[in-house]
């Protein structure tokens, strides 16, 4: 993937969000479930860190595959600043790569690959973060982000 794809997820608000109609830069994250650990603190930090997006011109937007339902009360419950999508038929997850098979306790499943992916004012891709670990992650990417 060299470009922004051309997909629609849909926002909190229930309205779809036409990724390449999103202003830009922009960063797209993708985690596995809203209200689990990692994906909490992860929402958290880019949340805690979105004046500084803002401030640098970045657009950021959260991408699973839960319900537009859950979205909002994850983002409720947390306080969440940033931007969530639901991607109930997994057509963005497919998109960018991200739903596949993964492990967890011995058992094999489908899920969706935690991953980030920084585009430029052209929709083009200038950084992919593959199997991120979240401490500090959303501190990288601002770093990158800054830099456009």
């Given at each position: ?22 202003p ?63 991607d109930?038929?997994?057509?963005v ?56």
């Amino acid at each position: 993937m060299e470009t922004l794809p051309d997909v629609t997820a849909t926002g909190v608000d229930g309205a779809s969000l036409r990724l390449r109609d999103l202003p830009r830069p922009l960063v797209v994250y993708f985690y596995p479930k809203d209200d689990t650990p990692g994906c909490t603190r992860e929402a958290q930090d880019f949340s805690a860190l979105s004046d500084d997006f803002a401030g640098a011109g970045v657009g950021v937007l959260g991408v699973s595959r839960d319900t537009v339902a859950k979205h909002a009360k994850f983002r409720d419950k947390h306080a969440l600043t940033v931007t969530l999508a639901s991607d109930l038929d997994g057509s963005v997850t497919e998109a960018f790569g991200v739903w596949g098979e993964k492990q967890l306790y011995g058992k094999t499943y489908m899920g969706i690959e935690r991953a980030t992916f920084l585009f430029d004012r052209e929709a083009k891709l200038v950084q992919a973060w593959r199997k991120v670990k979240v401490p500090g992650h959303a501190t990288a990417v601002l770093d990158a982000a800054k830099r456009l």
